[in-house]
């Protein structure tokens, strides 16, 4: 069983679903670094705020002893969008990672052969054999 296991945990295609993830998850910090750092900022001079920080408030707050407002109901639009933002940026990425690799597998893919057969030349000794006999 312990082999059988080190044979599946060794096959091509897990190692590579395992690096992937990893690349997948790292090349998300970058894109949510990217909107956090630089799409957020441009997004939030349009509304004069962070737009993380935007959100609907459906029932106002109090602010406590400590100036922290607590029990404030809202919606948070902003972070919503933000997480659409990098959704769609690493949705994009992998389709143009998924399309090269579908690409690349298509010019490595050898041409089908053509049909066997017999040869021309069998076919004039096959004539040739048959004309013979007449």
């Given at each position: 069983?312990?082999?059988?296991?080190?044979?599946?945990?060794?096959?091509?295609?897990?190692?590579?679903?395992?690096?992937?993830?990893?690349?997948?998850?790292?090349?998300?910090?970058?894109?949510?670094?990217?909107?956090?750092?630089?799409?957020?900022?441009?997004?939030?001079?349009?509304?004069?705020?962070d737009l993380k920080d935007l959100k609907y408030i459906v029932k106002d707050g109090v602010a406590d002893e400590a100036g922290k407002v607590v029990g404030e109901v809202a919606v948070l639009y902003g972070d919503f969008?933000?997480?659409?933002?990098?959704?769609?940026?690493?949705?994009?990425?992998?389709?143009?990672?998924?399309?090269?690799?579908?690409?690349?597998?298509?010019?490595?893919?050898?041409?089908?052969?053509?049909?066997?057969?017999?040869?021309?030349?069998?076919?004039?000794?096959?004539?040739?054999?048959?004309?013979?006999?007449?």
């Amino acid at each position: 069983m312990l082999k059988e296991f080190k044979d599946f945990a060794m096959k091509g295609n897990l190692i590579d679903i395992a690096v992937g993830f990893v690349m997948g998850a790292a090349f998300k910090a970058v894109v949510t670094s990217f909107t956090g750092g630089i799409v957020s900022p441009l997004i939030g001079l349009i509304f004069n705020s962070d737009l993380k920080d935007l959100k609907y408030i459906v029932k106002d707050g109090v602010a406590d002893e400590a100036g922290k407002v607590v029990g404030e109901v809202a919606v948070l639009y902003g972070d919503f969008i933000t997480n659409v933002i990098d959704f769609i940026i690493v949705a994009f990425v992998m389709f143009l990672v998924v399309k090269g690799v579908n690409k690349m597998k298509k010019v490595e893919e050898p041409a089908p052969e053509a049909p066997k057969g017999p040869s021309q030349e069998d076919l004039l000794a096959e004539i040739r054999d048959l004309l013979s006999k007449k």
